[in-house]
């Protein structure tokens, strides 16, 4: 399946007969279903989780939809272009704060010529495109006392078919786009600023709205939080402040439980692009971090890929490293041919996730033997090869402050060597 489902079957979902058409009356529990998570339980119930992931079908929801649109006024922009629509989540909640007509089909009209909408499968802007009437009805309802039936009108000519990646959506500078993009890796271009290989589907679509979007066009996007902290995703970061004017970019947690991800959202508006992308300069501070006492780098054994024909050294696991303990002497042994560690030195498991109660759990190599390290450790050698500053590093690491600081920095399910070498020393 191509991630496409036939509109009758969720008119007849939501209905006790009859498909919806053009000119079908509309009951107010059928708007009221339209409006709330209906929509969304019936595709993710019609397709199976394998292929939503495989095609990036995992909408924003009402509650996402809020907090993306939160706090901003959106009365200064003529149009909202939503380039992956789906079911409509975003831009319903854009229509909440549009004005209203004369008549429920008045509003219908004006909010058609001020919406654009794409995604691949047509039956999600039906019913986006639905859910958006339903709205207008219910306002109307609301707010003026007017009738309670209304005619579902055909789809607008800018609700259009396709691959947001290939159409140019004619943004102008009254344009906001409002975003959550998919979030598969896919193959990116050779000429893209988001890398080589497969990328996040998310900074792909990114990038083509920043580089068709002319200066002074609003972005709300929700994307994967490994593209504001990744290292992976620095340069990318670099290009895209280069395009445009970052208003707010911040961490918000899991997306939810059906697509395993953190995610942030980005406030932003288009410039003309500088001359010379550089990179931000850091903010002037006196705050000494990690990286002025240790060195850090990624443990290089990688089982069954390093060749294991080296002399035999003690050799550090996730698995035999236990967290919070001290090694004086290794249990483990191994022959891998590759770069070898003199201790002491910290080591600290990558895998980490902002549902953990310590973000950064370490462990103590204290012995001064060479040793082997797997590669998912972070190494953290003291500088002044003292074991002493590696048992202050362990007071830092399990600060609460660092936590918090983490839980900001990065929130995607592992830790980089950027994250830590900037992770604040601290020493009451």
């Known amino acids: ?9 969720f008119a007849t979902a939501l209905m006790t007969a009859g498909d919806l058409d053009e000119g079908t009356l509309c009951p107010e529990k059928l708007v ?3 409006m709330n998570g209906h929509a969304t339980d019936f595709v993710y119930n019609t397709l199976s989780l394998s292929d939503r992931r495989r095609h990036g079908v995992f909408f ?6 809020k907090k993306i649109l939160a706090g901003h ?7 909202f272009v939503d380039p992956s629509v789906g079911v409509g989540d975003l831009l319903l909640e854009v229509c909440r704060s549009l004005p209203l007509q004369k008549t429920a089909s008045e509003t219908i009209r004006d909010w058609g010529d001020r919406l654009v909408a794409v995604d691949l499968r047509k039956s999600f802007l039906d019913i986006a495109w639905m859910r958006i009437q339903a709205l207008a009805f219910h306002r109307h309802a609301a707010e003026k006392g007017q009738s309670n039936k209304i005619l579902f009108k055909e789809l607008p000519i800018n609700f259009l078919v396709g691959d947001a990646l290939e159409i140019d959506l004619q943004l102008t500078t009254d344009d906001c786009v409002v975003m959550n993009p998919p979030y598969q890796r896919i193959q990116a271009p050779e000429n893209s600023f988001v890398g080589r290989g497969q990328r996040s589907a998310a900074a792909l679509h990114l990038e083509h709205i920043t580089r068709i979007a002319p200066p002074g066009a609003g972005i709300f996007a929700l994307i994967p939080d490994v593209l504001r902290s990744g290292s992976s995703y620095a340069k990318f970061r670099i290009k895209l402040r280069n395009l445009v004017n970052v208003i707010s970019f911040e961490p918000f947690g899991a997306f939810g439980t059906q697509a395993d991800i953190d995610v942030a959202i980005l406030v932003a508006t288009s410039k003309p692009p500088e001359e010379a992308p550089t990179e931000p300069q850091p903010e002037v501070s006196n705050e000494q971090c990690i990286e002025d006492f240790f060195s850090v780098s990624v443990g290089p054994v990688v089982p069954h890929r390093t060749p294991t024909d080296g002399k ?3 050799y550090l696991t996730a ?3 236990i967290v919070g303990e001290e090694i004086k002497v290794a249990s483990e042994f191994a022959t891998y041919s590759c770069r070898i560690e003199r201790g002491p030195f910290v080591i600290v498991r990558r895998t980490s996730s902002p549902s953990d109660k310590k973000r950064a759990r370490s462990t103590l190599f ?5 040793a082997l390290v797997e590669n998912h450790l972070l190494i953290l050698k003291p500088k002044d090869k003292k074991i002493s500053t590696c048992r202050r590093l362990l007071n830092v690491l399990d600060d ?3 936590d918090a600081w983490l839980n900001h920095r990065i929130r995607c399910r592992h830790l980089t060597v950027g994250a830590i070498k900037s992770l604040p020393w601290i020493e009451d």
């Open 1 to 9: 399946m191509n991630g496409e489902i036939p509109l009758s079957s």
């Open 32 to 34: 009221s279903d339209l």
């Open 60 to 65: 924003s929801g009402a509650s996402w939809a």
């Open 73 to 79: 006024d959106l009365t200064g922009w003529q149009r």
């Open 312 to 314: 035999p050294y003690a």
């Open 319 to 321: 698995k035999n490293a």
């Open 366 to 370: 204290s012995s001064r033997e060479e």
């Open 400 to 402: 609460d402050r660092t």
